[in-house]
């Protein structure tokens, strides 16, 4: 079903020759479904929005009539970046500016007021990403204000609202994407020289799951490994066989916030290294109905491949969380290192831009039965507040509670070697963006 409402704003003429954009004849809605009421505010006005742009031809979008719309979520109607000037923060009105770019070039925005829960404030999203959910913020939050959300279409940097232009609100029906997908596991490459599993090769696994599944690879890009291959491990073996399995990949660099532009492909694959110590994620691009041994090994010998890039520069994972970075703590098999980065300890990103997932993988034995898991900042009290910490043998599906209560510095201790996993859950508060530090006691 397509709402048909018509703008024409008029603006001043030096600002019509200025400032002419031009935006689709139809855009998705931001929220999802029919049965909303799109209210033109304060029709043929001129209302000064955030930062003194002129949206009078913008709309209130209402679904019941009242706090039933409080936590409905918000959409992205189109591919484009979040622009992060001095107004459009996220903050006090619960504002995101997003910046498009049609086909023919010409750049528009569209903006999104009184959200609350925003998902992230920098960084580009895909049409259809959940941004932030319906509520009042920066009102009273009391009738007549009660949860909506005002949608405006504005030139490229939200200065001003686009003039004589016919919208199309088609609806559409969004899927779910509170859950993108589960993270199952992580492995690492951290020493390529070395022929043991850690070094030139690992292996994750990713689980049936209702939702899609999510696994990290850390690896070091130096002259024995300036690629790896991925792929699904051959049946009884170590080895990548050809058999193929749809993905998601991103990569970046280890400490770096965002990826680059992600891809849509099928296993086997290569990717090239961002820099030298990379972290690369795979997301199967469906649930899996069984669970998949996914191996990783390092290899000098680049292979071509059908790829789809798509703007995702963030792996997101269960709960409104994000795959933010992580990291190794493992002795290997062959020779041994006294001590030194991913051996005894290993340092991972996290940001509070949004909510993240850090994570470590870890072989405890003998000479490492406990990890410190600490922050590089805390609090006055030596502390820092966390949402979560999680731990799994590598292997395993389900995660346990890590009895950390909230709060880093935590120790873990563990009986028995073997490998594991442990991620740290943190929010818009508590841990700032910086590193996690992760020591054998």
Known sequence: MIYKIKLSIIILSFILINNVKAVPSTINSPVSGSGWSFSQHNPGGSYAGIGGANDGYSWDINYGSGWSDDGLPVYAVEDGCIYTGSYWNGSTYGQLLIEHTTESGQEWSSGYLHMKNIVKTSGCVSRGDKIGEVYCTGLT?????????????????????????????????YPLIENKSYF?????????????WGCQHDEAIMHSHEIPSTVVFQWLSNASCPYIKIGLAAEGTGEISNSSLSVVINSKLW????????????????????????????????????????????????????????KKDLVELSSGYFWAGNASIISGDATPVEFGTG???????????HKAITAFQWQSSSNCSSLKIESDWNGEDGEVEVNYVAIKNWNLSTWEDAYCHGKLPCTISVIGDAYRIIQIYTGYSGVPSGYIHATCQ
């Open 343 to 353: 051996v005894n300890e290993d340092w991972a990103i996290t940001f509070n831009s």
């Open 141 to 173: 939050c009391v009738s007549p204000q009660t949860p909506h959300l005002h949608f405006a279409v504005y030139d490229s940097h939200g200065k001003y609202g686009l003039n004589s232009v016919d919208v199309n609100f088609n609806t559409v029906t």
């Open 184 to 196: 199952d596991g992580v492995g690492s490459l951290i020493r390529p020289e070395q022929n043991c």
């Open 255 to 310: 400490n770096s916030h965002y990826t680059g532009d992600a891809f849509k492909a099928s296993l086997p694959l290569t990717v090239k290294n961002q820099g030298s110590w990379n972290t690369t994620a795979i997301t199967s691009q469906k649930p899996l109905s069984s669970s998949k041994r996914i191996i990783a090994e390092c290899t000098s010998s680049p292979m071509s491949f059908g790829k789809t890039k798509i």
